[in-house]
């Protein structure tokens, strides 16, 4: 039977790792899956939830965009599966209450901006993305 190696990195850690049938994400072009003995393949993943089915059951990332890379295991028949994200984090470790105080302190924020005049597009830009990063993380477990 074919298997397939997933690896979820992060620049300061390696989230998971484990033996998988399938691992569904999103990219620019859309929804895809890659499941064992997968055509070999490099595509970005936009900000959403990483799904991984494994035989314990399927494992929850909320991922604020990435890559992804698929190609042969080290073992013939084998496919290895990577996806590298910049910032990433198990849906069970999201702190609800402290997600949705991050959104509420940057809307705040950005209101505050924009009163304040003299705009700095740099600032709006990371509140911006932050704010984002704090709504990802509410939708992935379901606020």
Request: glycine share 10%.
């Amino acid at each position: 039977m074919a298997t397939m190696l997933v690896e979820i990195v992060t620049p300061e850690a390696a989230l998971w790792q484990g033996s998988a049938q399938a691992l569904m994400a999103r990219s620019s072009d859309g929804e895809f899956t890659v499941l064992p003995q997968h055509t070999s393949l490099v595509t970005d993943v936009v900000p959403g939830v990483v799904r991984v089915a494994t035989s314990e059951g399927e494992q929850s990332f909320c991922v604020h965009g990435g890559y992804v890379q698929v190609g042969p295991g080290e073992e013939p028949g084998t496919t290895r599966t990577t996806l590298l994200a910049g910032v990433a984090e198990r849906v069970s470790e999201i702190d609800g209450a402290q997600a949705q105080a991050d959104k509420e302190r940057l809307e705040a924020e950005l209101a505050q901006l924009g009163r304040d005049g003299g705009e700095d597009p740099v600032a709006r830009s990371v509140l911006e993305t932050e704010l984002a990063r704090a709504e990802l993380r509410l939708r992935a477990i379901g606020r």
